[in-house]
């Protein structure tokens, strides 16, 4: 198995394309930690991932409280061992879509708590992670980023904007840790039918131009696993091409 060894914390993973790599990362031998703050879903795609013969367990995550961030590392560490995957998808999209307007009508809250929930909870996940990684000899992160951080989208200043910082993020971290064996790396996502597992087969029938969680999935395994040990500070884009055709986002 790709990831037999590994200890992974998924943010963002009660659904969509945080919970498809949580079931992915298991399938290949990852012991991993589901996180948000659903309890119910997270419970629910904990006992499917066990279902199947994997090993998971769920942890609650508000990625825009400090404090949650803290003690999710620290339940993940307690239970199966110094941290080698994280993964950081938990983006604030439902205060997104109610914040979708100009830069001049947006609140300096709404953009605030945008950057907070995209970028800085970033920074909190890797900060207290990395000294985990470090235990444990080395580890890789993949930071799922966004197409609307390498082109202009109307009405998505704060989001993009604070996307654009992950990919900063994850080059700085890349040069800073990379010589102590840890790898960070971006996943820049076009877009994607987040939940298609959850509205059935005729959404991927209807939309066929667009991505679906396991195409995001299928790019973090390989960023998490040993055969992609060389690379380091990259910006990984799965979006089927949609950067050669705005219109079609």
């Known amino acids: 198995m790709r990831l037999d060894g590994k200890v992974a914390l998924v943010t963002g993973s009660t659904r969509g394309i945080g919970r498809t790599i949580a079931e992915v990362f298991a399938d290949e031998g990852a012991k991993v930690v589901l996180s948000g703050r659903s309890v119910d879903k997270g419970e629910k795609n904990v006992q499917r991932i066990r279902d199947a013969g994997g090993e998971a367990m769920f942890v609650p995550l508000d990625v825009a409280d400090e404090a949650s961030v803290q003690d999710a590392v620290a339940a993940t560490v307690d239970a199966y061992g110094p941290i080698t995957t994280l993964i950081n998808n938990a983006a604030p999209t439902a205060l997104v879509n109610v914040s979708f ?30 000294p985990h990684m470090l235990d444990a000899g080395g580890g890789s992160i993949v930071n799922i980023s966004s197409g609307g951080a390498v082109f202009g989208v109307p009405g998505l200043s704060a989001y993009s904007a604070a996307k654009g910082g992950v990919n900063s993020l994850t080059r700085t971290v890349a040069v800073e840790f990379g010589k102590q ?45 040993d055969e992609s040990e060389w690379i380091t500070g990259s910006e990984i884009t799965a979006d089927g091409g949609a950067r050669y055709n705005q219109s079609e986002l």
């Not at 709404?110 to 909190?124: P, Y």
């Not at 991505?211 to 390989?222: E, K, Q, T, V």
């Open 101 to 130: 307007k100009p830069v001049t009508e947006l609140s300096t809250q709404e953009w605030d708590d945008i950057v907070r929930g995209t970028l800085t909870s970033m920074f909190w996940t890797s900060k207290y992670a990395i």
């Open 181 to 225: 064996g840890i790898r960070c790396n971006t996943i820049i996502v076009g877009r994607v039918v987040s939940y298609a597992q959850d509205r059935g087969p005729e959404t991927t029938k209807e939309l066929l131009r667009v991505g679906n969680p396991r195409d995001i999935a299928s790019a973090a395994l390989w960023l998490a696993a």
